[in-house]
């Protein structure tokens, strides 16, 4: 096992500008098609710390997953560190890493979402994914979904790791994403 590749990494942000572009040339090539792409996205090195805002400083990069266009994967540097140990104990448990899909969610990014989503989607400036304290694992119903062995596996051992699945997104809360979980020391849901 090769630890560097499984333990956040703080960024410097020096390929930021080439992820930034890439993501925006996938948006397009989806927009082209009429199918939207939500991807990572790229902190700033002039982020001020507000909700979608974060700066590349205060961030670190996942090193075993990307997004869907193949970009890094980010969240806060606590968050991250916690989220190793999750994955270390997923990993022993089912003998894979977890698979995320998005992570840390600009601001820009949660305008374009909540224009499509509409009231579903958090209110911009809102979102967990804009503190980078909130990953969605990979929108597979049959591996992550409710009521799979992974699912229970994380809501029942995700919070040992300060990580949880808001009542708001299971089963029977109002917003049901089976995919979707948040970083809170000390919560549970």
Not at 69 to 93: E, K, M, V
Not at 121 to 139: F, I, M, N, R
Request: aromatic share 12%; with cysteine; net charge negative.
């Amino acid at each position: 096992k090769n630890p560097s590749a499984a333990s956040p990494q703080p960024t410097t942000g020096s390929s930021a500008t080439d992820l930034t572009a890439a993501a925006a040339a996938a948006k397009a090539k989806a927009a082209a098609g009429g199918v939207p792409v939500w991807v990572t996205s790229v902190p700033t090195a002039d982020g001020d710390g507000s909700n979608g805002h974060m700066p590349m400083s205060s961030m670190c990069l996942i090193g075993w997953g990307t997004d869907q266009i193949g970009s890094p994967q980010y969240l806060r540097c606590d968050a991250a560190a916690a989220l190793s140990q999750l994955n270390d104990a997923f990993r022993a448990r089912f003998g894979e890493p977890l698979s995320m899909d998005l992570t840390y969610r600009s601001y820009d990014e949660q305008v374009r979402i909540a224009a499509y989503y509409g009231d579903v989607a958090a209110k911009p400036g809102t979102s967990s994914h804009g503190l980078g304290t909130a990953l969605d694992v990979q929108e597979w119903p049959g591996v992550y979904g409710f009521g799979t062995e992974r699912y229970a596996w994380l809501v029942n051992n995700a919070p040992t790791y300060d990580w949880f699945a808001p009542s708001r997104v299971r089963e029977t809360g109002a917003y049901p994403e089976y995919w979707h979980y948040e970083y809170g020391p000390g919560r549970t849901s």
